[in-house]
């Protein structure tokens, strides 16, 4: 079964550009989750989003930063513009959350590798 | 002050030997709690789960203990292999809320041949 997929896996880019993460979660998931790792502050969570709809947005740094999820298939994380102390891993995330509100295992994706110039 | 970045605690085992990685966890209110296993160059990596009316739960290799008066998680591994070597993160949230998984800053396993 595919996991969660993420494009692009690497990423250098110029300070001021705009970056595009995506991330596609595992069919049948209804939360969708983007995390950033570095090494000064290990792993946050930015922003999730439940059946589409983001539920907790706290962690995103700035206006700069933003998160879509138009579809049940398909996220994007964009930053605009991008700045060096974006340079990070960024993890989408997904997880089936049931009605009960169980506790829930979130499934990663490989990462998207962004260095910002 | 200069900042710096988080540093890892370090287990170093020698192969064969078995490993326990201790987590603390703060909020009293969590209910169910991860293990992942986090390799160079790769995600986070799903090991081993327990809820809380659980103390102690057991899977290949691995088994999680769970001591809610301390507020605190293991994870041991038996006969440890090189394969093992890696960043284990425990991981926390509640059952029911909306919180998402709060992650720790993770422990480094090496395993010495």
């Known amino acids: 079964d595919a996991g969660v997929i993420q494009s692009p896996r690497h990423e250098v880019t110029e300070m001021g550009q705009e970056v595009t993460l995506r991330c596609k979660p595992i069919?049948?998931?209804?939360?969708l989750f983007w995390y950033r790792q570095t090494m000064m502050r290990g792993l946050e969570l930015l922003i999730y989003?439940?059946?589409?709809?983001?539920?907790?947005d706290s962690g995103m740094p700035e206006d700069r930063f933003s998160a879509k999820m138009p579809n049940a298939s398909f996220s994007t994380l964009k930053i605009q513009p991008s700045e060096p102390r974006d340079s990070a891993v960024y993890f989408c995330?997904?997880?089936?959350?049931?009605?009960?509100?169980?506790?829930?295992?979130?499934?990663f994706g490989e990462g998207s590798w962004l260095t910002v110039v | 002050g200069e900042s710096v970045g988080l540093h890892l605690p370090t287990l170093s085992v020698q192969e064969g030997d078995n490993s326990i990685i201790n987590c603390a966890y703060s909020?009293?209110?969590?209910?169910?709690f991860i293990w992942y296993k986090q390799e160079s160059g790769k995600g986070p990596q799903f090991i081993i789960d327990?809820?809380?009316?659980?103390d102690k739960r057991q899977g290949q290799r691995v088994t999680v203990l769970l001591n809610k008066t301390v507020k605190h998680l293991s994870l041991q591994i038996a006969a440890t292999q090189p394969g093992d070597s890696a960043v284990y993160f425990c991981?926390?949230?509640?059952?029911?809320?909306?919180?998402?998984?709060?992650f720790g800053s993770g422990t480094r396993l090496q395993v010495q041949p």
């Open positions: 995330a997904s997880s089936l959350r049931d009605t009960r509100g169980g506790g829930n295992t979130i499934y």
């Open positions: 069919s049948g998931h209804n939360s």
């Open positions: 989003f439940n059946n589409n709809v983001p539920i907790d």
């Open positions: 909020n009293s209110a969590s209910d169910y």
């Open positions: 327990i809820r809380s009316n659980m």
């Open positions: 991981a926390e949230n509640m059952a029911t809320g909306r919180r998402a998984l709060t």
